[in-house]
């Protein structure tokens, strides 16, 4: 129908870059409500909200997306679940997951069975969904992150340096990102620089991680920012041990740089052959990968890296997925 724009509620919990990015997608081609809230009336906005819109998206599968979903259902409206990673994988010694909480269970498994689409991030999402919804599937659409290209770019040299972009604010958050095993490369490799973002270097000394002289952390940072460090950086190294995809992984192979992934979770598939894999929790084979991308990274492997992720993860392809979807 020309010129329909359907009326779009997106719920989240959290204010994140990449569902920013879905919002700008989304306001393409609709009218989008965002609401991002937690707490005791949060299900009865979500509820409301879906009385005066076409189609409800929710990120993440959890308590508040199954209201989401159930409210569709009873309305007849679409509902669209994006998966992420938290809400679906569990990992009890690090204390990782929703479903470490019983009780949201049956919540999250009725979200997956009965919302119009789920969209998982990877295939290690999509078949995680299926064990934990335990059912067939038959909602379940794989859609990999949009990125920007245009944006992230390579810049005009390349330095001897290891780069990891990872989010902690606890402890527990430093082992699954896999930081405290990168700073045990980084002791064994003195003659290498290394740079760690997105950690506040007191949560690091509190908690007894030492930090080698040739390592430099620094906090969380825009996009603006991130964009030169990955610019300089020869290697990008993820030692996560849950990672459900690995945006920032993808985000250093579009700005030329070589990645050394744990064989976990979904990042095997994000970087394809075009980078090392490593098993988790190994320092020696995670500092023999390292040296070997090292004596790589030049322009032509860089480009191979560049052209898988420019491929395989397009914000066009996104836009079109979420489109046909919003609009069916």
Known sequence: MTGYRPKVLLFSTLKKSFIEDDVRLLEEFS?????????????????????????????????????????????????IIIVGGADLITDLHLGYGLLLSPWKRPFIRYALRKATHVLPT??????????VGEYKGHNLSKVPPGLDSNFWQPGNQKENMVLTVAQCTTADRIQIKGV????????????ISFQIIGVEETLLS???????????VSPPMTQEQLLSYYQRSAVYCQLSRVESFGIATAEAMLCGCI??????????????DAGHTV???NVNAASEAIQKALKEADSSN???????????FTVEQR??????????
């Open 302 to 312: 860089g480009e191979k890296c560049r052209n898988r992720a420019t491929k395989k």
């Open 259 to 272: 990645p050394v992934v744990t064989d976990v979770g979904g990042l095997p598939e994000t970087i394809g």
């Open 180 to 191: 405290d095993l990168l700073l045990q490369v980084a002791e064994k490799m003195s003659n």
């Open 122 to 131: 990877s295939e290690y999402l999509r078949q995680t969904a299926l064990k």
């Open 279 to 281: 098993p988790p929790e």
């Open 31 to 79: 009218d989008v409500k965002w609401i991002c809230a937690h707490g005791l009336f949060t299900a009865a906005r979500i509820m409301w909200s879906m009385l005066f819109s076409n189609v409800g998206i929710a990120w993440f599968a959890s308590v508040y997306s199954a209201f989401l979903v159930f409210t569709a259902h009873f309305l007849r409206k679409t509902s």
């Open 206 to 216: 509190r908690n007894s991680f030492v930090v080698p002289e040739n390592v430099i």
């Open 319 to 328: 836009k079109e997925s979420l489109k046909a979807m919003v609009l069916s």
